[in-house]
């Protein structure tokens, strides 16, 4: 069995047949991502290496008939050297690689080595040309596929890319691999004693599967407006650690528009821009500067080159990671008073508090005697209020003041409820689990402050899921990106609905 394995691998030629990798398309039929045929250069080492050798027989032939006056004296006879020089050159030029990475594929004991994936058609004629025009087989193309974004920056953070080998890598294009990837094909072809393809009755096709296509929840319209804005804000406020923003569907959980600025182009993923190279150079202690120094755009270049190369590579992979990362699901943060519906939700349904309490604000509160007062962002304060007027005006001493009525067990409880302790479960990887206070350590002064949104963190994702359950009905649902999956003759293999995990509150 080991040598007829043996024999199996020398007598019998695979070639694969790359599947093409379905498309992305947003919630009205847009197209968000796509593949399209490009070319696989690669080499049959061993023939190659035979055929060599039957060039440097023809060219000893010719050197003899030239002595022997059948061939003209001037004729040129390149020999076998001359011309594996001229492919390693010809190769190296057209494919954008070494020509010792060329040299070595040459020398390689196998039938199919490859050279370089992704290459665009003219380039493939080129070589094919060339190939013919010296009598060589030894080296070939296939079709393979390159992925497409033709709305380049939108829905980055979501959407994800591939890489060199057609795999997803982050976003929908991870998550959603195995439907999008579809199953490559292969030939298989029996090979005669000197590595040459047998006639086509010995050889046998596996068609590839092409990939389904994936149809999102998002809409393209909502989600340029939402990264227009979120690109003004950044550059407005010189936003330091990039600024997210999702857009929900209340009531069944589908994301509209999700995204992280500055963003960056799907089909250069690997480009980063100076200032946010020079901001990774400032978070990792590489420049010698302040922490707290604002680096701006027209002067990072000049920051940038204070680093040896071996800091800026450092930097630069720092970058490339952060911008590739999604904000809104695998960054935590402190929510503030956007918590304070949570809060105010829980109090009500617990009945510790109605719509006609009243609340005194002296602009701080000291939650317990030798402590520090805790201050409301007024500091003149909002004197007597309703509830009403608390929540308008986002009055801390008042959230204090319902947290306390509410208690640490009951606050904890509905924290979790709200689903603020566990993942949501959306259909994007690296979703990041909150940072929160437990029960057990929760005194007087924790719940004060976790009851105005400080003290926890949570993800962006984890909050406007929480938040949706306050204001429809009291359902906490799932968040999801993908609405359907459908293969390539039409049918719908996957749907995504609404999905309901608990009723938190009471409509």
């Avoid at 994936?117 to 013919?132: H, S, Y």
């Avoid at 060589?136 to 596929?145: F, K, M, P």
């Avoid at 890598?169 to 959603?176: K, P, T």
Wanted: proline share 3%; charged share 25%; net charge negative.
């Amino acid at each position: 069995s080991f040598y007829q394995e043996k024999a199996n691998e020398y007598h019998f030629g695979e070639i694969s047949i790359s599947a093409n990798r379905g498309s992305i398309y947003d919630a009205n039929g847009v197209i968000l991502a796509q593949s399209a045929t490009v070319y696989k250069i690669f080499m049959d080492p061993d023939l190659f290496r035979s055929e060599l050798e039957k060039k440097k027989e023809n060219a000893e032939a010719q050197q003899k008939q030239i002595a022997n006056g059948e061939l003209p004296s001037g004729t040129v006879v390149k020999t076998a050297d001359q011309v594996q020089e001229e492919i390693i050159s010809f190769l190296a030029e057209k494919l954008e690689i070494k020509e010792e990475t060329v040299r070595s594929a040459m020398e390689e004991n196998t039938q199919y080595k490859i050279l370089k994936t992704q290459v665009e058609k003219p380039v493939a004629d080129e070589i094919i040309a060339f190939m013919d025009e010296n009598s060589l087989n030894s080296i070939q193309i296939e079709e393979d596929t390159k992925r497409y974004y033709p709305q380049d920056e939108l829905a980055a953070s979501v959407i994800g890319f591939t890489n060199g080998d057609g795999d997803g890598q982050y976003g929908i294009e991870y998550q959603y691999d195995d439907y999008l990837s579809g199953t490559d094909g292969k030939v298989i072809s029996a090979k005669d004693a000197y590595g040459n393809e047998m006639p086509y009755r010995y050889a046998k096709t596996y068609e590839a599967q092409d990939g389904n296509s994936v149809y999102l929840t998002i809409d393209r319209t909502l989600q340029y407006s939402l990264e227009k804005n979120l690109e003004e804000t950044v550059s407005q406020f010189e936003i330091e650690d990039r600024a997210c923003g999702i857009i929900m569907n209340a009531k069944t959980g589908a994301i509209l528009a999700m995204a992280t600025a500055p963003g960056f182009n799907l089909n250069e993923p690997s480009e980063v821009p100076d200032l946010q190279i020079a901001q990774a150079a400032q978070d990792m202690e590489l420049l010698d500067i302040d922490k707290n120094e604002v680096i701006k755009k027209d002067n990072a270049k000049s920051y940038l080159d204070q680093l040896t190369e071996e800091q800026l590579d450092e930097a630069y992979v720092a970058a490339r990671e952060q911008q590739w990362k999604n904000k809104a699901i695998t960054e935590l943060y402190i929510p503030g008073s956007v918590f304070k519906v949570v809060t105010s939700s829980a109090a009500l349904e617990e009945k510790a508090i109605s719509v006609n309490d009243s609340f005194d604000c002296t602009g701080a509160l000291v939650v317990v005697e030798g402590t520090d007062p805790i201050h409301c962002w007024k500091t003149s304060g909002h004197g007597l209020q309703t509830f009403t007027e608390a929540i308008t005006h986002s009055c801390n001493p008042a959230f204090m003041e319902i947290g306390r009525r509410l208690g640490a067990e009951s606050f904890f409880n509905y924290f979790k409820a709200f689903g603020l302790t566990e993942r949501t479960g959306i259909d994007l990887p690296a979703e990041a689990t909150s940072y929160y206070q437990g029960l057990n350590g929760m005194g007087a002064v924790e719940l004060a402050s976790c009851s105005f949104g400080q003290t926890n963190k949570v993800t962006p994702i984890e909050m406007i899921t929480a938040y949706a359950a306050v204001i429809n009905g009291g359902e906490l649902v799932t968040p999801y990106v993908v609405s359907k999956i459908v293969d390539t003759d039409g049918n719908v293999v996957l749907t995504n609905e609404k999905t309901v995990k608990r009723q938190v509150i009471s409509a």
